[in-house]
């Protein structure tokens, strides 16, 4: 149990387009999502906090307006990473808590995201 | 304000010694606090957590508030412990309760 995914795996677009980031908890209901970045060799960073229904709340200097997070139902997260630049490439990774306990949170395998 | 510190970016070990990795924390109030690991092209996952008190693949790790530390433990380090370990710290904001990691400590055991 406490299965999250992400979609896709990776991702390599243009410059200038956006690109959507799924995450979704396949045998749980997550009531509350994060979405995490990690660059190479370096520690996860939190970016957002997401609750189903409300609007994200974004961590100091996330720019809430090129990095879009909607979370509406229960089981599904989106990230949509707009207008992209090569410095937004990275590793993104959602989590969704919920299920045993209100810390616990499992973990999806991540996109790379690669704007060329 | 909240933060958790790993020293050590890279342990290397050989088989069958000890492993501590250590871990430490600034926090107002009682933390409940986590290790993650990240084995190679694989998902993070939940290690332990310190509220729970149990040992797994044989790691264990407690609490010393005096010393606001709370360091993983591991008697004899077998090679498929070899990964990517984070201490992480819950922390409330306004939708929920996030997790602050630390920058990760590289395991490496060698045989």
């Not at chain 1, 999250?4 to 795996?9: D, K, L």
């Not at chain 1, 995490?36 to 060799?41: A, I, M, N, T």
């Not at chain 1, 919920?98 to 995201?113: D, I, M, N, S, V």
């Not at chain 2, 264990?60 to 990517?84: W, Y």
């Amino acid at each position: 149990g406490a299965v999250v995914s992400q979609h896709p795996s990776w991702v390599i677009c243009k410059s200038g387009t956006s690109v959507k980031i799924e995450c979704r908890s396949l045998d749980f209901q997550a009531t509350t999502m994060f979405w995490y970045r990690q660059f190479p060799k370096q520690s996860l960073m939190l970016m957002a906090t997401s609750n189903e229904g409300s609007k994200a709340t974004y961590e100091q200097g996330v720019e809430k307006d090129k990095f879009l997070i909607n979370h509406a139902s229960l089981t599904l997260s989106t990230l949509t990473v707009t207008s992209a630049h090569p410095e937004d490439s990275s590793f993104y990774i959602c989590s969704a808590g919920g299920l045993a306990g209100k810390e616990t949170q499992y973990f999806g395998p991540g996109t790379r995201l690669l704007v060329l | 304000a909240q933060r958790v510190t790993q020293p050590e970016k890279l342990l290397s070990v050989f088989k069958g010694a000890p492993v501590e990795l250590k871990c430490n924390y600034s926090y107002s109030g009682s933390p409940e606090l986590f290790w993650y690991v990240q084995y190679s092209r694989q998902r993070l996952q939940l290690l332990l957590r310190h509220i729970s008190r149990e040992s797994i693949k044989g790691f264990t790790a407690d609490l010393n508030k005096g010393e606001t530390s709370f360091h993983l433990k591991k008697p004899f380090a077998q090679e498929e412990d070899s990964a990517m370990y984070y201490c992480a710290l819950p922390t409330p904001n306004q939708a929920g309760t996030a997790l602050i990691f630390g920058k990760g400590t590289t395991l490496s055991v060698s045989s």
